[in-house]
Structure formats: C-alpha cells, structure tokens
C-alpha cells in the first residue's frame, strides 16, 4: 500500500500575528472571497437544519409563518375601516396596500436582526471550532428569504381576492425587495458585534424595529406635506419600500433617486460592515464565555 | 527529501493576555476592534488594568510525527494555546505558522439541533467540520458503525444519552485528515470501550500529522506522547521528556493534605509510620502502626497499598497473601512490619493503608495517601512492575 505524504512545499501555510489584518489588505480581500466561496456548502446546511428544525415541534407547523402579518393586516384594516386610524386614499385597497407593506417591511427587520441572531445561536461552537464564518450571515439570509416567499403567498392570495391588476414593473420588484434586505443586513452586519458585547443591541433593538416601523409608510401613503414628508426623505427605508410598492401597484416611481442613493450607500455600507465583521470576530471570540 | 522533518507548527515568542473584570472585559474588546479598524500595529503591549498574562513568552516546533501533550495546572494556559493555534483568538505578541490543514477535536456536536434526527446532526456536524456533503455520504455508514447508533439514527438527538451524543460527534469528527491535530480532552467522557476506540483511532493518525493534545490524565499522555510541555500560570516552564514533564507536573501538584484516616467505633490512629522514607532496589520498608482499640478483635490483617503521587494505585501488599493474621487486643497496639523485596522503580510514591477485619470486609482503620516513600536507584525505568 502506497502512502503519499504531502511534502512541505504543496501546504497551505497561515502565520497569525497581533498584526491588523487591515495591514495586509489584498490578503485579507483573499481571504474574505475565499472564506464566503468555502461557506456555501456549511451555510446551506444551517440553513436546512433550521428550517427543518423551526417548526418541527409545533402542530400547525409552516402556518406560523403566515401569521404574523395577517393580523398585522387584519388589525390595521379594521383600525382603518372604524376611522380610528385613518390614512386617507391608497392606489389599491387598503388590506392589500398594508399587506405589501406589512411583508416588505418584516424581510427588512428580519434582515436586520439575523446577524445577531444567528451568532448568538452559534456561540457554543463559535469558540470552539474554526469555520468559516460568512456562513452564519449567508444562512441567516437564507432562512429570511425563506420566510419572505412563504408570506409571499399570501400576497398572491390578497391580490387575487381583490382582482388587481399589476403593471409590467411587478419584474422590477425583486430588486426591491433585495435591496431592503440588504439594507437590513447591512445594518444587522455593522452592529454586530457591539451586539455580541452589549446585549443592550439585542434588547433595544426590538423596540427600536416597532417604533421605526411607524415612522415609515408602511401602513400609510407616504405623507407630502411637511415637516411628515421628512418621514420619507431622513428615512433610508422609505424610498425602498415605496419604490418597490410602487413597482408592483402603479408603475410611476415618485422615489427613483433615493431608491438608487441608497442602495448604492447600502452595497458600500455592507461591504465595510463584511470587512469589520471579520476583523471583529476574534477579539469578540475571546470575550464571550463559551 | 525527507517528508518526516517537516515543521509544521512554528510557535515563536506567543502571549496572550486576558482580563478578570467582565465590564472592563467588554471595555477592552471595544478598544481592541478600534485597534483592529485604525490598523495598529498591536505588538507588545503592556498589561492594563484588570489583565493577566494567560500566557507569556510560549515557543515550540511541532513536526510531523510528534504527538505533543499539553499539561498544567487548570487555568495554566493550555487551552488558550490551542485556541491561538486554531486560529480563534489573536496571540499579542509573538507569531505562530502553521503549515496544513487544522483539523480540531474540541468540541465533539458542533452545530447539532437537538430536534434533529441524528443523521441530519451528522451531515450539519460534518459541514461545520469542514467535511463536504460527498464525503459524508460516503463514510455515513462507518460513522455510525463507529458510533453504534444504528437503531438510533433516526431518532431526535435530544433523545440520546451525553454518551451517544459525543459518540456520535467524535465519529463524525473522526473523519477529518488534517495535517495538525489539535485534542483538548473530549476523551474524558464515555465509557471504556469508547476511549479504547477513540485512541485506537487517534494513535493510527499520530504518523502523518503534528498532533497537539491536552489533557489531565497522565495515564492518557502517556499512552500517546512522545513529548510534553509543562505549563505554570501561563508559562512554559518544560518542554521535553514526557516522563521527566508528568514527573514535573506532579510534584507541582502535589499537596499536604488530603491525609483521610478513618476509625471504626472502639479505635483510634495515633501513629503510621514509613520508617525508611527511602530506598533501593530490592530492599524492604519497615512500618509501623500505633493505636488503639476498645476491644479485642481477632483475625485482622493489613493491606499496604502502594500509589503514585497523584493516587493511581499501583501495587498492593496483604498480610493475609502471606498468611499473617494479626489479634488487636483491648488497650493500646504496635504493629511493626516489614515488608522485603520490594521492586518497583524510581519515583516518589504513597501509600493508602488498611487494618481490616477477615473476611476483608468491614474496614477497621483507613489512612489514606498517608505516608510517603521513594525509590532510587532501581533497576527497572520505564514499566511500574515487571513480570
């Protein structure tokens, strides 16, 4: 039996330094493609085994994730309907506008929290074993994409119901609706690791999500009159979400600049937050008991 | 080209320092990352308020072949080393290459969900491990051969004992081929037939990786190792000689008390005794046992059981095997014995003592880890006893 022994020359050598990997950027941007290329097959497997495990304990099962935003819709309708919570004219009814709203804006909240997330649910092993850690983000996108086609159904559900029609833009909508996420996940990815510090992140977060959901048009046409029209122009979420309502109602956009301001910040944004993330990682590493 | 002189793990100079306050902890975290950002050179720095050296000034070269064990003191520094080797946490000084893949042995069911049925753990543990889902398909079947779990696989991990549940992990993680292994004491859990197998298995790898193992029983490193490295509150003090370092890491952890002496009703321990603390090769060891008894008891004999330093039992003397029954009487007693021939090899040594009454059950005086004796100059060195 032949035994071959690699000799020194074909292995892969790594030196590890106090040094800022910032020191050494090409290698760091090496390292970084490499890293989220050998992340594919683990970030997959997480995904599977989470969304196998979400619901498997539970009797009504996938219909969880219907829920949430139909009584999100169903609330605000009947609010609107008894003139409690009135928003004036919408391009098409009111339970569809608040459902596409509603949906939008769950894919980008969840974006948002699935860093964090994803990371406190991997601490024990995160200390412990080396593995390339992209693939906590990429699954935890995953399982928001996941939840988001499920809902989607829902959308198709409503539209059907009331019989509207969409304009050719509807092809545009997935842009948009990736590009909320990515603004979700690029704010998840930069506060990170203070979130894996300070759990004041993980607490404040939620209640921030509540009350930044009321301060965009979500359940309400965006306003014009100022000082409300700040609502849309300060908040970065609004020209995605009314753009991308837009592509799938009207077809006349009203934000196209800001639409594409943002996301351009927000791909900018997310690659230093990638790059942070995994300067960060280490000394996070050491401070967290496992 | 000789592939066995290959340095594949080059430690030069390593520290790494941590901090005991948990405020300042996360303080120093911030901090750091700021360092990290603003591109500093990070080298050398001094210790802040709170810190401590968890380990200072660390240098070793691992080549293929060598199974290196890691042995100290908890707290000492060793899985810290392991940490820096595995790339978790970033030396402060010092630079460490490493020349291969890494493969680690440290946390055994990593990224298992325990509502998960076994043979979804195995294909999440082994992408977690770096294994492909190809090469799982393929060696799924050993694995669970290994892990004896067949009538288990389909069943939610939750369900499993912690023993198959590690053997479960350990038979997923034993498919990795690094080419340095890093071990960190999983092995202690398990049942018997388990850790055989799980040696078993690692003592087949040791040829063609750099191993790295850490671990509390000497029994374990001895079996393993062919060198060892002390560690004392963060700092290298033996690299060497796996012996000479158990030897070293014992009387470091040797400690005064610990003397449990235990009487039955009617009797008391007022002395035992070693009266020649030292000796040689075949020579003998005279005691003696002062106490005394409420009654009179007949038929009792004396177990002198010879251990190591650390309490590993390791010989056994009975009077009864020599046919010696001794008569406590009522009032005060002095037995003096000597026991000739003794064979054992160099190396300090204790001794748990027994008075017992016959039939060997009922335990009349106990003095455990109570005296002290060593051998010199004998003529066996490696083996405890020789047939």
Redesign the interface.
């Known amino acids: 039996m032949e035994e071959t022994l690699k000799t020194t020359e074909e292995l892969p050598e790594v030196v590890y330094t106090p040094e800022s990997q910032l020191r050494k950027p090409r290698q760091l941007l090496k390292s970084m493609w490499h890293d989220l290329m050998a992340s594919r097959e683990l970030a997959w497997r997480l995904f599977v085994r989470n969304i196998s495990a979400m619901y498997r304990q539970t009797m009504l099962g996938y219909v969880w994730a219907f829920l949430p935003p139909v009584f999100t819709t169903l609330t605000f309708v009947f609010l609107n309907s008894q003139k409690i919570f009135s928003v004036g004219e919408t391009d098409i009814p009111y339970p569809a506008y608040v459902m596409i709203g509603t949906l939008l804006w769950q894919g980008f909240a969840d974006a948002m929290n699935s860093p964090l997330r994803m990371i406190n649910q991997s601490k024990s092993f995160l200390a412990k074993i080396n593995f390339p850690r992209e693939a906590l983000i990429l699954a935890g996108i995953g399982e928001v994409l996941f939840n988001f086609a499920i809902r989607l159904i829902l959308l198709f559900i409503v539209f059907f119901w009331y019989k509207i029609s969409v304009p050719m833009t509807v092809f545009w909508a997935p842009l948009g609706i990736l590009a909320m996420m990515a603004l979700g996940l690029m704010f998840g990815v930069l506060l990170a690791p203070l979130g894996v510090l300070y759990q004041d992140i993980e607490k404040g977060l939620p209640l921030i999500t509540g009350m930044w959901m009321f301060l965009t048009p979500v359940v309400y046409p965006p306003p014009t009159g100022w000082p409300a029209s700040l609502l849309s122009s300060l908040n970065p979420v609004s020209p995605l979400l009314i753009t991308t309502r837009e592509m799938i109602t009207t077809g006349n956009f009203t934000h196209l600049t800001g639409f594409i301001v943002i996301i351009g910040l927000t791909l900018t944004l997310l690659f230093i937050g990638w790059i942070l993330y995994r300067l960060a990682l280490p000394h996070l590493i050491e401070r967290i008991s496992a | ?1 000789n ?1 066995n002189n ?3 793990v080059k430690v030069e100079n390593v520290s790494k320092k ?1 901090c005991r306050d948990l405020k300042k ?2 303080l ?3 901090t ?2 700021a ?9 050398n720095r001094d210790l802040r308020p709170k810190e401590f050296w968890a380990l200072k000034d660390i240098s070793f070269e691992l080549k ?1 072949g060598e199974v290196l064990g890691l042995i100290g003191r908890n707290g000492a520094g060793k899985t810290t080393l392991l ?2 080797l ?17 493969g ?1 042995l ?2 055994l069911g ?2 298992f ?1 325990p ?2 049925t076994g043979r ?2 195995v ?2 543990n082994g ?4 294994l ?2 190809k090469e799982i398909d393929v060696k799924f079947d050993e694995i669970v051969d290994f892990a004896e779990l067949w009538e288990f696989i389909d069943t939610p991990v939750q369900s499993y004992s912690s023993g198959m549940q590690v053997r479960l992990g350990f038979a997923v993680a034993s498919n990795m081929e690094p ?1 340095i292994f890093l071990i960190d004491e999983i092995l202690a859990v398990g049942d018997r037939a388990f850790r055989l197998r799980c040696f078993n298995h690692i003592s087949k790898l040791v040829n ?1 990786t750099a191993t790295v193992l850490v671990s509390h029983s000497m029994f374990n490193i001895s079996q393993v190792c062919n060198r060892v490295i002390v560690f004392d509150g963060g700092n290298q003090v033996f690299d060497g000689d796996v012996q000479k370092g158990i030897s070293l890491y014992n009387t470091a952890t040797e400690y005064e008390t610990e003397k449990l002496i235990y009487t039955s009703k009617g009797l008391s321990l007022n002395k035992f005794e070693i009266l020649d603390k030292e000796i040689t090769w075949d020579g003998e060891l005279k005691f003696i046992l002062d106490f005394n008894s409420d009654n009179n008891i007949d038929n009792t004999f004396v177990r002198f059981i010879v251990t190591q330093i650390d309490g590993n039992v390791i010989a056994e003397w009975r009077s009864s095997y020599h046919d010696i029954y001794c008569s406590v009487k009522k009032g005060s007693n002095l037995f003096e014995i000597i026991i000739k021939n003794i064979r054992l090899r160099n190396d300090k040594y204790k001794v748990n003592l027994i008075l017992t009454k016959g039939s060997g059950s009922e335990y009349l005086i106990t003095a455990h880890q109570s005296a002290e004796f060593s051998v010199k100059d004998s003529l066996f060195t490696s083996s405890d006893y020789v047939i």
């Open positions: 080209m592939k290959e340095v594949l941590f902890s996360l120093y975290g911030l750091d990352i360092g990290e950002i603003t591109g500093r050179n990070n080298h293929r940490k820096v595995n790339n978790l946490i970033k030396p402060d000084s010092g630079r460490v290459t490493m020349r291969g893949r890494v680690a440290i946390a990593a990224g969900n509502i998960l979804e753990n294909y999440v992408a977690v491990l770096g492909t889902k080419e063609s």
